[in-house]
C-alpha cells in the first residue's frame, strides 16, 4: 500500500471521536478509585494529590472510595475498565502485591494493572502502649520472649500489612505473640492507647499523633532508615533486626491497557505534584515520604514488594479467616 494510504489513515484515525493524544488529554473527569474508606490515609494522601492533578489538568479529579475485600472490590473495578483512560487505582499494597497469596480466587490480575507511579512511602513502626514494661525494642523482645503466648499484637485485619509485618517481627525475633485483628487502624491504635493490646506494627502516619499526646510509645522503625517525623526512632539495623523491612505505601496504577503516552504523562505530572513545597510539607506531617518514581522503577518495586510479603505470608502460615 501506498505512503499516501498510511498518512490518511492516520489522520483519519486522528480525527476519530475519543482520539486524544497525550498532550489533549484529559477531556473529562478523571476518577481515582481508593479501596479503602474515606478518612485513612489511602484516602488524605490520594485526595491531596488528587487537588493538585485537577488544577494542573483542568478537569475534576474525584477521589471515589470503593472499599470491601482487603480492597480487591475497588481493584476489581478499576481492572475491570480497560480501555478508559479516565479511572485510575490509587492503592496501598493488599491489592497490589499481598491479596493474590491470601485469597484462593480474586476478580483481577495484580500483575497485569499498569504502573503509574509510586506516590509515598510511609515506613512501618513497632507501636507499643505507654505502661509496657520496655522502653526500646531490644528490651521488648526480650520481654516478649519471657513471656512467650502472653504479649499481644494488634492488626488492621487478618492479611493486612500490619499483620504481615508484626509476624516478620515474631520471625525474626524468635517471638510467640497473640493475634488480635480489628477492623481497620483506628480502632486498633485505639485499644493500644486503652493499653487492651500490647503493641501494634503500622504506618507511623497514622500512628504519630498518638505517639505525639504521649499516648503510645515508639520503639522501632521497620526501616532501612530513621524517618525525617520520627528521628529519634532508631531504624530496623540499630534494633538489631536488620531484615525487618516494612513499609506502607500508596501507588497509582492503571487498567490493563491503558497507552503508555497517557500513563507517562500522568507520571510526570504526579510526579511534579509530589515535588511541590506545601503537597511535601502535608505528607511529611503525616510521616509519609514522597515518592514519584518513573513506571518502570514502579512496576519493580511493586513486584519486589510482592516477592518480600510472599516470602513472608508463605514462612508464617498466614491464612485468612
Not at 212 to 235: C, I, M, Y
Not at 239 to 249: E, F, H
Request: glycine share 8%; aromatic share 8%; with cysteine.
Amino acid at each position: 500500500m501506498s505512503r499516501r494510504f498510511y498518512l490518511t489513515l492516520a489522520a483519519l484515525l486522528i480525527a476519530l471521536p475519543g482520539a486524544v493524544t497525550a498532550q489533549e488529554w484529559p477531556q473529562k473527569t478523571v476518577r481515582v478509585v481508593v479501596p479503602f474508606p474515606a478518612g485513612g490515609s489511602n484516602d488524605t494522601l490520594c485526595r491531596i494529590v488528587a487537588d493538585k492533578l485537577s488544577g494542573a489538568w483542568k478537569q475534576p479529579v474525584i477521589v471515589d472510595n470503593k472499599a470491601g475485600a482487603g480492597g480487591n472490590n475497588g481493584a476489581e473495578i478499576v481492572y475491570g475498565a480497560p480501555g478508559d483512560d479516565y479511572t485510575l487505582l490509587c492503592s496501598p499494597p493488599g491489592p497490589l502485591s499481598i491479596n493474590h497469596n491470601l485469597y484462593r480466587t480474586l476478580p483481577y490480575d495484580w500483575s497485569k494493572f499498569v504502573p503509574v507511579t509510586v506516590l509515598v512511602l510511609t515506613p512501618n513502626v513497632i507501636t507499643a502502649r505507654k505502661d509496657l514494661p520496655a522502653a526500646s525494642a531490644q528490651e521488648f523482645i526480650a520481654y516478649a520472649r519471657a513471656n512467650p503466648g502472653k504479649v499481644t499484637y494488634a492488626s488492621q485485619g487478618n492479611g493486612s500489612t500490619s499483620h504481615l509485618s508484626a509476624q516478620m517481627l515474631a520471625t525474626q525475633a524468635g517471638l510467640d505473640m497473640v493475634h488480635v485483628p480489628y477492623k481497620g487502624e483506628g480502632p486498633a491504635l485505639i485499644d493500644i492507647t486503652a493499653g487492651r493490646v500490647d503493641i501494634f506494627v503500622g504506618n507511623i502516619s497514622a500512628a504519630l499523633r498518638f505517639e505525639k499526646s504521649g499516648q503510645v510509645k515508639f520503639l522501632g522503625l521497620a526501616a532501612k532508615k530513621r524517618s525525617p517525623v520520627a528521628p529519634d526512632v532508631p531504624d530496623a539495623a540499630e534494633i538489631g533486626l536488620p531484615g525487618l523491612i516494612a513499609s506502607a505505601w500508596f501507588a497509582i496504577v492503571a487498567p490493563p491497557g491503558t497507552p503508555d503516552a497517557i500513563v507517562q504523562r500522568i507520571n510526570k505530572d504526579t510526579a511534579a505534584a509530589l515535588k511541590l513545597d506545601d503537597v511535601r510539607a502535608k505528607f511529611l506531617e503525616q510521616g509519609a515520604e514522597p515518592q514519584g518514581e518513573s513506571t518502570q522503577a514502579t512496576g519493580a518495586f511493586i513486584k519486589e514488594e510482592e516477592a518480600r510479603w510472599r516470602a513472608v505470608i508463605t514462612s508464617a502460615n498466614v491464612t485468612l479467616e
